[in-house]
């Protein structure tokens, strides 16, 4: 984790400086070595949130994206009690999750339930097969052109063709990061890839983006729910003309 609580405030790792994790609230010490990003550890294995895991530095330098206050927000459901931790809840009230190994679809489809409006983060570079796929997206991509302005919204039919299975179904905006632990450099995309949820003329809408239009698509929250809802629906109405990408 990247932060503590020192003295009933959020800290980063301070060397020597004994904290406590915000969710189980056991002790916590600093990892602050020159090869890793710093960050919290608990000191002994503990029930913390279950579907916390151990973090790579791709997720911790997503979670660092974005502001301290932003990050590993603690959620109560008021109804159930049911209690966990985000990666990272906007002022706006976006969840997004940064997920870098592999989720079992019933955890996934448990968290959407349980954060609603929400963004995933997934590194795309995990499996050497999903890394292989998104090789082809120019091809497999058609770009949605109204008039003759170009719209940087995509149309793929066959989702199979670029996007690991698993994911597929998920009813809330997916955002796939090739440049992850195990990306080939000379080889993946620097873009990132916004698969949007449902199906619209057929296919599936695709957004390539660069890191810095991810995060600008977060603080405009034109990722939310509502949002996403609206850009398909506006989609659904075009007469199309397409333009290969």
Same mark, same amino acid.
């Given at each position: 984790?990247?932060?503590?609580?020192?003295?009933?405030?959020?800290?980063?790792?301070?060397?020597?400086?004994?904290?406590?994790?915000?969710?189980?609230?056991?002790?916590m010490i600093p990892r602050c070595g020159e090869v890793?990003?710093?960050?919290?550890?608990?000191?002994?294995?503990?029930?913390?949130?279950?579907?916390?895991?151990?973090?790579?530095?791709?997720?911790?330098?997503?979670?660092?994206?974005?502001?301290?206050?932003?990050?590993?927000?603690?959620?109560?459901?008021?109804?159930?009690?049911?209690?966990?931790?985000?990666?990272?809840?906007?002022?706006?009230?976006?969840?997004v999750e940064i997920q870098h190994s592999h989720l079992?679809?019933?955890?996934?489809?448990?968290?959407?339930?349980?954060?609603?409006?929400?963004?995933?983060?997934?590194?795309?570079?995990?499996?050497?097969?999903?890394?292989?796929?998104?090789?082809?997206?120019?091809?497999?991509?058609?770009?949605?052109?109204?008039?003759?302005?170009?719209?940087?919204?995509?149309?793929?039919?066959?989702?199979?063709?670029?996007?690991?299975?698993?994911?597929?179904?998920?009813?809330?905006?997916?955002?796939?990061?090739?440049? /992850?632990?195990?990306? *080939?450099?000379? %080889?993946?995309?620097? &873009? !990132?890839?916004?698969? =949007?949820?449902?199906? $619209? #003329?057929? /296919?599936?809408?695709? *957004?390539?983006? %660069?890191?810095?239009? &991810? !995060?600008?698509?977060? =603080?405009?929250?034109? $990722? #939310?729910?509502?949002?996403?809802?609206?850009?398909?629906?506006?989609?659904?109405? !075009?007469?199309?003309?397409?333009?290969?990408?």
């Amino acid at each position: 984790m990247l932060t503590a609580i020192i003295n009933s405030n959020r800290s980063r790792p301070i060397p020597g400086a004994v904290g406590q994790c915000p969710f189980c609230k056991s002790e916590m010490i600093p990892r602050c070595g020159e090869v890793r990003i710093h960050h919290w550890a608990h000191k002994s294995k503990v029930d913390c949130d279950p579907w916390w895991e151990p973090e790579t530095d791709w997720h911790r330098n997503w979670k660092n994206e974005f502001p301290l206050r932003w990050q590993e927000h603690v959620f109560t459901d008021q109804d159930t009690g049911e209690r966990h931790i985000a990666d990272v809840y906007t002022l706006a009230e976006l969840t997004v999750e940064i997920q870098h190994s592999h989720l079992d679809p019933k955890e996934r489809r448990a968290r959407e339930d349980f954060y609603k409006n929400m963004l995933w983060v997934v590194d795309g570079s995990r499996l050497k097969g999903d890394r292989k796929k998104i090789l082809g997206w120019r091809d497999a991509l058609t770009e949605i052109v109204q008039g003759s302005k170009r719209t940087n919204l995509f149309l793929l039919s066959d989702a199979n063709e670029l996007f690991p299975r698993d994911w597929l179904q998920s009813p809330v905006p997916i955002c796939f990061d090739y440049v /992850g632990p195990n990306a *080939e450099t000379e %080889t993946a995309p620097t &873009l !990132l890839f916004l698969l =949007y949820p449902g199906t $619209v #003329h057929g /296919g599936r809408l695709v *957004e390539p983006l %660069t890191r810095d239009g &991810l !995060l600008r698509a977060i =603080y405009s929250e034109r $990722v #939310h729910m509502p949002a996403v809802r609206g850009i398909l629906q506006n989609v659904s109405r !075009l007469r199309l003309s397409r333009m290969r990408s």
